[in-house]
């Protein structure tokens, strides 16, 4: 297994993937300005000042801030206009992410503000590749504060699963080697307090936990 690098490198994150979260929120894209369901992959950044391996986060005074448990792909060559069928060939691995936020008012207007402060985007450091999975398409997720359990998801609940996710996106923009795609967040966030310790669990993928510690 080799040892992730953020260094140059850019993560985009895929909203709505599961089934479970867009059902929380289809009702709202059959009023305006939405009107239909999303037809294609809803993606947003996490900018450079998000990344964060220190095992900390700090939450914002005033706010309200909420984990987000999410299959990182790790992508192992430059990949423009992929096919279904290769796009896990430019696949280097996976890792566990928390893509932490505020909560989104919208999914109309990119939430810069609700997911690019500081240190809002944790990783695992040791990537695993996917021949080491038996199935990326069925791994448990869970998330846990204080040791209790608080939100369980699966990958099998995935809208799009990583190849179709490399197909859609590449049509249109290249994704870099090292380049990092997230895989979405099941239905349930929650919100975090001061002192909380926070660990997200992928089945066959690894641990992370990252302590809320104030601004």
């Known amino acids: 297994m080799s040892t992730l690098d953020l260094t140059n490198h850019t993560v985009f994150g895929v909203a709505l993937n599961y089934q479970t979260t867009l059902a929380e929120h289809a009702a709202k894209f059959t009023e305006k300005p939405y009107v239909y369901l999303p037809k294609k992959p809803v993606l947003f950044i996490k900018t450079p000042n998000t990344y964060n391996l220190t095992n900390k986060v700090a939450k914002p005074a005033n706010e309200t801030l909420q984990a987000g448990a999410t299959l990182a792909v790790v992508m192992g060559k430059k990949a423009s206009r992929v096919g279904i069928a290769e796009a896990l060939d ?8 928390n893509e932490f936020s505020l909560p989104e008012e919208s999914y109309y207007r990119p939430a810069i503000k609700a997911k690019c402060r500081d240190g809002f985007m944790a990783f695992s450091q040791k990537i695993v590749p996917l021949s080491e999975i038996e199935n990326v398409n069925g791994l448990g997720i869970e998330v846990s504060v204080n040791g209790e359990i608080k939100q369980t998801g699966n990958t099998n609940e995935w809208v799009r699963n990583i190849p179709t996710l490399i197909a859609e996106i590449t049509e249109y923009m290249t994704l870099d080697e090292g380049d990092i795609l997230l895989t979405g967040t ?7 307090a001061v002192g909380d310790e926070v660990t997200v669990s992928i089945e066959h993928v690894g641990e992370l936990t990252t302590q809320v510690i104030a601004e």
């Open 90 to 97: 430019y696949v280097a691995g996976v890792v566990v992410g």
């Open 186 to 192: 099941p239905a349930g966030r929650f919100d975090l």
